[in-house]
């Protein structure tokens, strides 16, 4: 009996051992640096499982900064910082958070704009079962928000991809649930990004969206994805913020280069844009 007893606890032990967990079931073994290419498989497959289950036939992305805000909304955030700023004038912290507020003020007609982008294209775009130019987010606030929201306000699918960063992004509550996903590799959600993506609006924002613009323009120009009309929003901001010409003129990119993209300040515009771009591309068809 004794020795019976023995045997048993010492299985129990074993099979208590981490080492026997199955490999599937092991959160220390799938969350250490041996299973990241399982990680990263997993990454690719799911979402693009997740498209094909809601007929996401193509997408178009839009891009833009977290801290645009709705104009209402910006216009208060002004409105408390001038009633504080009366009480203490010499507070230059306060002065230069007040000056920022206005300019994200000026900027929030941008997020009217990206919300009625988004509507224009989800109306005309997708239609019974099939799914066609579904605008697709980082899925957090400011611009992405707009542009889900657009979506959602005509009862049409769009898109989140969000991402796991150190300070915790909620996604804004106007993404498709069932096109909510969630990553943790930049690399996999950059190229879910484009895989679909028949067209890029970017929006004025900050690293994030230069990040996804330059990535976006960089893939085209070598080549290594087809061309698609890529906007940039709001023409007044984008060539304050860089100059192409002075690009051409350092020999560091070809004139013709400047042709991969285009500005728009209307949504309509950039809506017609995009859709002259694949009507011309199917006249030059053979």
Same mark, same amino acid.
């Given at each position: 009996?004794?020795?019976? %007893?023995?045997?048993?606890?010492?299985?129990?032990?074993?099979?208590?051992?981490?080492?026997?967990?199955?490999?599937?079931? /092991?959160?220390?073994?799938? *969350? %250490?640096?041996?299973?990241?290419?399982? =990680?990263?498989?997993?990454?690719?497959?799911?979402?693009? !499982?997740?498209?094909?289950?809601?007929?996401?036939?193509?997408?178009? #992305?839009?891009?833009?900064?977290?801290?645009?805000?709705?104009? %209402?909304?910006?216009?208060?955030? #002004?409105?408390?910082?001038?009633?504080?700023?009366?009480?203490?004038? @010499? @507070?230059?912290?306060? &002065?230069?958070?007040?000056?920022?507020? =206005?300019?994200?003020? @000026?900027?929030?007609?941008?997020? *009217?704009?990206?919300?009625?982008?988004?509507?224009?294209? %989800? !109306?005309?775009?997708?239609?019974?079962?099939?799914? *066609? +130019?579904?605008?697709?987010?980082?899925?957090?606030?400011? !611009?992405?928000?707009?542009?889900?929201?657009?979506?959602?306000?005509?009862?049409?699918?769009?898109?989140?991809?969000?991402?796991?960063?150190?300070?915790?992004?909620?996604?804004?509550?106007?993404?498709?649930?069932?096109?909510?996903?969630? +990553?943790?590799?930049?690399?996999?959600?950059?190229?879910?990004?484009?895989?679909?993506?028949?067209?890029?609006?970017?929006?004025?924002?900050? +690293?994030?969206?230069?990040?996804?613009?330059?990535?976006?323009?960089?893939?085209?120009?070598?080549?290594?994805?087809? &061309?698609?009309?890529?906007?940039? +929003?709001?023409?007044?901001?984008?060539?304050?913020?860089?100059?192409?010409?002075?690009?051409?003129?350092?020999?560091?990119?070809?004139?013709?280069?400047?042709?991969?993209? #285009?500005?728009?300040?209307?949504?309509?515009?950039?809506?017609?844009?995009?859709?002259?771009?694949?009507?011309?591309?199917?006249? /030059?068809?053979?």
């Amino acid at each position: 009996m004794g020795k019976k %007893s023995d045997e048993r606890k010492m299985v129990e032990r074993l099979k208590d051992s981490p080492a026997y967990r199955v490999a599937y079931k /092991d959160p220390d073994f799938l *969350d %250490s640096g041996y299973a990241r290419s399982i =990680r990263l498989q997993a990454e690719l497959m799911k979402p693009e !499982i997740t498209f094909r289950v809601n007929n996401v036939r193509s997408t178009i #992305v839009v891009f833009g900064g977290t801290r645009i805000l709705e104009p %209402s909304e910006a216009r208060r955030k #002004v409105q408390r910082l001038e009633k504080r700023f009366k009480k203490n004038q @010499d @507070d230059k912290d306060l &002065k230069k958070e007040l000056a920022i507020a =206005r300019r994200i003020l @000026d900027k929030s007609k941008y997020y *009217d704009e990206a919300r009625e982008f988004a509507r224009i294209v %989800s !109306i005309e775009c997708q239609q019974q079962n099939q799914h *066609d +130019f579904v605008i697709v987010t980082g899925g957090g606030p400011g !611009i992405m928000e707009a542009a889900n929201r657009g979506a959602f306000e005509t009862n049409s699918k769009s898109i989140g991809l969000n991402i796991t960063l150190l300070a915790e992004q909620e996604p804004n509550p106007y993404i498709t649930p069932s096109l909510c996903l969630h +990553f943790h590799y930049f690399a996999l959600r950059k190229m879910h990004f484009l895989l679909r993506a028949k067209a890029l609006v970017a929006f004025p924002g900050g +690293f994030g969206t230069l990040d996804e613009l330059f990535e976006a323009l960089t893939l085209i120009q070598t080549r290594k994805i087809w &061309k698609r009309p890529i906007i940039l +929003f709001g023409e007044e901001y984008w060539k304050n913020f860089i100059d192409f010409d002075f690009l051409v003129k350092e020999g560091t990119i070809d004139e013709e280069d400047l042709e991969l993209f #285009v500005y728009a300040d209307k949504a309509i515009d950039a809506w017609n844009y995009i859709k002259y771009f694949f009507k011309a591309a199917e006249n /030059d068809k053979p």
